[in-house]
């Protein structure tokens, strides 16, 4: 059964920062490409960022160059930093075990961020 954990997430004024981690288990995490997911009040799940078994990054354009996929697989765990948030980053963030642009695969209970002043 596919597991995942997200944490990490808070309240920050804007052009703060926030690293959120996402624990998987349940799968051979290193084969798998794993993709960040997130939900603003009364929005559909939006997606964020991908990073496949090899290491490759790809973002929406919104955040791209301010945020910051990456994985452990020693750890079984992907990781979103997050720089120079925006008041339009807060959301429910999910992590996801899918490729990019996939929204339906399994995720976690989510971490939720939320950016004010």
């Known amino acids: 059964e596919v597991l995942l954990v997200e944490s990490g997430g808070g309240s920050v004024q804007p052009g703060g920062s926030l690293r959120l981690s996402c624990a998987a288990s349940g799968f051979v995490f290193s084969d798998f490409s794993m993709s960040w997911l997130r939900q603003a009040p009364g929005k559909g799940l939006e997606w964020v960022s991908t990073i496949d078994n090899g290491g490759a990054e790809i973002y929406r354009p919104s955040v791209n160059g301010r945020f910051t996929i990456s994985r452990d697989n020693a750890k079984n765990t992907v990781y979103l930093q997050l720089n120079s948030l925006k008041t339009e980053d807060s959301a429910m963030y999910y992590c996801?075990?899918?490729?990019?642009?996939?929204?339906?695969?399994?995720r976690g209970q989510g971490t939720q961020v939320t950016v004010s002043s």
């Open positions: 996801t075990k899918a490729n990019t642009y996939i929204v339906n695969g399994p």
